[in-house]
């Protein structure tokens, strides 16, 4: 099963696009224009620097859960048209322990905290690693909905197979 939001990600990197072209658009109209209107020019920076500001603080996310094969393959990488940081890792299914999800920013910023638990092949020891945890607030709450429902698949499936081993 494959969970993307692409095309939510398309709509913010399109909406970042279009704030910085209408920022600059009424910059230019303002520059050339011989009636000189000023107040167009503030209005369209502001609503410009209001629609940068909160979708910086937002953060938007490209991200995509595929868990056809083991190991789960996660991939992320930002929204921003500019200077895009990409990240990809793969959680193996038997491994999942438990994840977290947190809300920051008045539930603006959603964030997904996956820990794992193994056996460590250097010491023989149980011990557990928590991945980076990565913003979620692009999906829709049907795709949020399905990424808790399968998490939850994977740990209660790890959770029986632990109780029968003992």
């Known amino acids: 099963m494959l969970i993307?939001?692409?095309l939510a990600t398309q709509k913010y990197r399109l909406a970042y696009i279009i704030t910085g072209l209408a920022s600059v658009g009424s910059f230019v109209?303002?520059?050339?224009?011989k009636y000189n209107f000023k107040t167009l020019f503030i209005v369209g920076c502001v609503f410009a620097a209001l629609h940068i500001l909160l979708l910086v603080l937002m953060?938007?996310?490209y991200f995509s859960?595929?868990?056809?094969?083991?190991?789960?393959?996660?991939r992320r990488f930002w929204a921003y048209p500019l200077f895009r940081k990409h990240q990809q890792f793969g959680i193996k299914k038997k491994?999942?322990?438990?994840?977290v999800i947190t809300k920051r920013l008045f539930g603006l910023q959603k964030f997904i905290t996956i820990t794992v638990r193994g056996k460590n092949k250097n010491t023989g020891s149980i011990e557990e690693?928590?991945?980076p945890s990565f913003n979620i607030s692009a999906l829709s709450a049907?795709?949020?909905?399905?990424?808790?429902?399968l998490l939850n698949k994977y740990i209660n499936i790890n959770l029986d197979r632990i109780s029968q081993s003992k």
């Open 142 to 149: 049907k795709d949020l909905q399905q990424l808790e429902k």
């Open 29 to 33: 109209y303002t520059y050339f224009d």
């Open 4 to 6: 993307d939001n692409s």
């Open 129 to 131: 690693y928590t991945f």
């Open 95 to 99: 491994l999942i322990n438990k994840y």
């Open 65 to 74: 859960f595929c868990d056809d094969d083991d190991p789960i393959v996660v």
């Open 59 to 61: 953060n938007p996310c």
